[in-house]
């Protein structure tokens, strides 16, 4: 599985970073905060399949995709992606919990393929038993 390339036409989607896992931001957030910078509205855009947010004129994106599952549907969490100028804010992890809460109501189960929603759940207790077995 690999992380859907960001559209050619969106300047601020070449301001992005890849961490260990391609595509996945992780370099310089937080994953303990879940709450975003004053300001900061997450919009789920279910046609792009990502949950996404404008800061300071910047594109912000949790990428997703579904699948169904002997156990039901999952939720594949394949990228965040935060410009570096908008890193540390605790976008991601704003993004990541908007994502996870609608998940949840959706009754879906969540394969956390990029590394940084990995590292979220796991410092994010409450969110173990989303996690796709």
Request: charged fraction near 15%.
């Amino acid at each position: 599985m690999h992380a859907r390339q960001p559209p050619a036409d969106t300047a601020a989607m070449s301001l992005l970073t890849s961490g260990p896992a391609p595509g996945c931001q992780t370099a310089g957030m937080n994953t303990s905060s879940s709450t975003p910078s004053p300001g900061v509205e997450v919009v789920h855009n279910t046609a792009e399949h990502r949950f996404e947010t404008r800061v300071d004129g910047l594109l912000c994106v949790a990428d997703y995709h579904l699948t169904d599952g002997p156990a039901g549907r999952v939720m594949h969490m394949t990228h965040t992606g935060v410009p570096r100028p908008l890193e540390g804010r605790g976008i991601a992890a704003a993004l990541v919990g908007q994502a996870l809460q609608w998940a949840r109501e959706q009754g879906h189960k969540v394969n956390p393929a990029c590394s940084y929603v990995r590292t979220y759940m796991q410092r994010h207790r409450e969110t173990q038993d989303l996690l796709a077995r």
